[in-house]
């Protein structure tokens, strides 16, 4: 049952969803690494994306089904530098990503990461003007293929894969992004005035879209 309501989702299940449709009792994290062990080796993977689950095809036979009458829209370098910002210092202000680029952040290069899902509104920051807090989404873990936030390369990671120049300074450190959703000691949630603020719904509630 686990492994057909998995299979007929387009998205991501949680196992939340999996408890409500499965009998009463039923150890869902125990049935899930069961099948997720059963698929290790097959040509598509069971796999875990914070709490959510998901068939993918296995990473050495992504080859096969590549896509070659679609055109990829690449991220822009200054879109990957405030993505890569987002992951490692969440949550943070624009103001805070501006400060460790050097240079302003355009409206538009956040935009193009909000629509690809990948970073949200969190809340905001209990600070002079209330700035908005950003942060990654489930759906940017389950792009990039990973289990949780812990799971972003490290400083050995980033230098092995060339990543980091070899000219970095002796007390340079990869942060420690936030582990979960849940908002920090000096963020306060978004209500629905923010979101009407932030162009996020209408005047009334309604959503734009």
Known sequence: MAEALVFASAEPVSEDFLAERLPLGV?????????????????VNLIRSADRWAFRTAADLSFVIRKDDNDVRKLSRAALEVLAIIAYHQPVTRAEIEDIRGV????GTLD????AGWVRFRGRRRTPGRPVTLGTTPDFLDHFGL????????????????LLSGRIPP???????????????????????????LGLLTPGGEEEE
């Open 171 to 197: 007390n340079f450190q990869v942060p420690l992004p936030g582990m979960g959703d849940e908002l920090q000691d000096d963020e306060d949630p978004i209500t629905q005035m923010d979101l009407e603020e």
């Open 112 to 115: 193009v990461l909000m629509e």
């Open 147 to 162: 289990e949780e936030l812990r799971d972003l390369p490290g400083l050995d990671e980033l230098k092995g894969a060339g």
């Open 27 to 43: 150890d869902i994290p125990a049935v899930m690494e069961s099948l997720s062990s059963f698929y290790a080796s097959r040509g």
């Open 104 to 107: 302003q952040t355009s409206r």
